[in-house]
């Protein structure tokens, strides 16, 4: 394990000294090994750089606003289709629904109204309502992915009103406290590093000025350290090893939020966009999910790791530097994350023998013919499930649950053809003799359509 780390340690340095990072800090989590940090420079303050040293987090920021409209959806106040006018006074673009301003496809304009980059001046709460009869709506709604501040800003007034508090409040009750990232809040605090612009054409490191953006902080305001927001990468990956009772968000609602609804870029399907979470695909089903971040003088990346063999459970990676313009910052947690897997892979889990199928269920256990391909039918785990005979290994299975009220009836939970039935047809023997599989007809023999079997035949 010393050599994997020694590593990763290797791969931080060398991104520090080439993109010329004043101070680079980065965590690993993962459940099967202790926490992993490590940080390289200085803060530019009077603060030592360690793993309690806080970044500004930029657009991070939106993963936790999401989490809390989420909340907000599965506490019943709010449905994502609802438009957001529904529940906050707008003079504007009232008729923006949730899920659209959350996936960055409302069409809304990036920012508020105004040259807040140029000024750092961000409007207070009601200026904010106020100007947004002046903000445009850029691309009609739904036409395709549009990155915007001013709806994320929106979304956690939207928190706020149906919360009683502020945003920053119901941020630190419902998601920071429980989840345990006290590092993480709306300011910088003593351990501050300080964020700089690093020239060009020499060695010089400018300090950018501190910024506080007002009624735009649900999309950009946090601080945090590597640490908290590599927990917070893994809860967005796995909330099962971090969050068990679903206290913060059931895991339900987080595999919603994974889901990709866009891309980023129509020609180049590298990147996804979920509710509030950029997702990136890689080979043998791995996608990483999380957000980068950017604010004067700072650069962010945070991202969990899912799937593929030897995907640890609750895999998380954060990488914050005070530079804000070291682009490689964005891809070097992709690369520890790969690299933690292929140098100290997750434990192989030895098979145990389980309890048997249900007595019903047993003779109907093995090959089927639909659509004519041919499935396995099995039991594993407690649960009976189905994949094509000619899957790759890593294609998860579909997992099906009996209805309650239904014998011989079973919705379909997972993989393929989710949320579809699954019907079993006994003989008068009780032998389960065909099936239909959302609405397909499933048999022992392969059959053509108009029921011709090809070895009766």
């Not at 099967?32 to 360690?50: F, H, I, K, Y």
């Not at 949730?98 to 409302?106: E, P």
């Amino acid at each position: 394990m010393t050599a994997a780390h020694d590593r990763l340690a290797r791969m931080v340095r060398r991104v520090q000294a080439q993109a010329r990072v004043p101070a680079l800090a980065a965590a690993l989590h993962r459940a099967d090994r202790p926490l992993w940090t490590c940080e390289v420079g200085g803060t530019g303050s009077d603060a030592d750089l360690g793993p309690g040293t806080r970044f500004r987090i930029g657009s991070v920021t939106k993963t936790f606003t999401s989490v809390l409209v989420m909340q907000c959806r599965d506490d019943g106040l709010l449905d994502l289709d609802d438009p957001i006018g529904r529940h906050l006074a707008l003079p504007a673009h009232g008729e923006l629904t949730v899920r659209r301003l959350l996936s960055h496809t409302a069409g809304l304009q990036r920012e508020p109204y105004g040259d807040v980059w140029d000024t750092l001046r961000a409007p207070g709460a009601d200026e904010l309502v106020a100007e947004l009869a002046r903000a445009e709506r850029v691309l009609p709604t739904g036409r395709r992915y549009h990155y915007s501040n001013l709806g994320m800003a929106l979304l956690g007034r939207l928190v706020g009103e149906l919360r009683g508090g502020s945003w920053a409040e119901v941020l630190t009750e419902r998601v920071l406290t429980p989840l345990g990232l006290a590092a993480t809040s709306v300011t910088p605090g003593p351990t501050a590093a300080t964020g700089f612009l690093v020239d060009a054409y020499s060695d010089e490191a400018h300090p950018e000025p501190p910024t506080d953006f007002g009624a735009i902080a649900p999309a950009a305001q946090l601080w945090s350290t590597a640490t908290d927001m590599a927990r917070w990468a893994a809860f967005l990956a796995d909330p099962v090893a971090l969050d068990p009772a679903g206290a913060v968000l059931a895991p339900a609602s987080l595999d919603e939020m994974r889901w990709p609804l866009t891309t980023t870029d129509e020609t180049l399907w590298a990147a996804g966009f979920g509710l509030g979470l950029i997702l990136v695909p890689y080979p043998d089903r791995v996608v990483h999910v999380g957000h980068d971040g950017a604010m004067p003088g700072f650069l962010a990346a945070v991202y969990g790791r899912r799937g593929g063999d030897g995907t640890a459970g609750a895999m998380g990676c954060a990488v914050l530097g005070s530079s804000g313009t070291a682009a490689e910052v964005f891809d070097l947690p992709h690369r520890l994350l790969a690299a933690a897997v292929e140098h100290d892979p997750a434990d192989v889990t030895p098979w145990r023998p389980g309890e048997p199928a249900p007595g019903p269920l047993r003779g109907m256990l093995g090959r089927w013919w639909g659509e004519g391909f041919e499935y396995v039918f099995s039991w594993h785990d407690g649960a009976l499930r189905a994949r094509g005979a000619d899957d790759p290994a890593g294609k998860p299975p579909a997992v099906f649950a009996p209805l309650p009220d239904a014998p011989d009836v079973f919705r379909t939970v997972a993989g393929r053809e989710v949320g579809e039935l699954l019907r079993l047809t006994r003989d008068e023997h009780g032998t389960v003799v065909r099936m239909h599989w959302a609405t397909y007809r499933f048999t022992r023999r392969q059959e053509a359509f108009d029921r011709y079997d090809f070895r009766a035949g």
